[in-house]
């Protein structure tokens, strides 16, 4: 798929909330990143409020992967009762992209999408994130 046949960013969003409704999940997506969730006791907590800039960040990942063309994957990885958390993952090589057999477009929905826990207080934060 060339760069050309990507979906916009926008496109992007737009297809992965049609995909979500087809699995009756809500549809109000969250970008997060490595600094915004942990692993605490077998379960994954998500820092809350998520940074605004994040869907700037998401935005830019998207673009870069676009122009790498090797191909782009938006990762729906948890839930809340009215929001899916994502992330934005693209192969770094042409190794990377036939393990993940990408080649263009793809969504995914962990299966099956487990709920996040949400952390709202910064001194439980710093309790689930540290190693």
């Not at 958390?85 to 393990?99: G, Q, R, S, V």
């Amino acid at each position: 798929m060339s760069c050309e046949d990507m979906p916009s960013f926008p496109e992007a969003i737009l297809k992965m909330e049609d995909f979500l409704r087809h699995l009756d999940k809500p549809t109000k997506i969250e970008w997060i990143f490595q600094d915004d969730a942990t692993g605490y006791k077998r379960q994954m907590w998500i820092r809350l409020p998520v940074p605004i800039t994040n869907v700037n960040i998401a935005r830019s990942m998207y673009e870069v992967g676009v122009e790498c063309g090797l191909g782009v994957q938006i990762n729906a990885i948890r839930l809340s009762c009215d929001t899916v958390y994502c992330y934005i993952w693209f192969p770094a090589d042409e190794t990377d992209a036939e393990y993940a057999m990408i080649s263009g477009f793809k969504l995914s929905v962990r299966n099956p999408l487990l709920l996040a826990h949400e952390v709202h207080s910064r001194f439980l934060w710093h309790r689930y994130s540290r190693p």
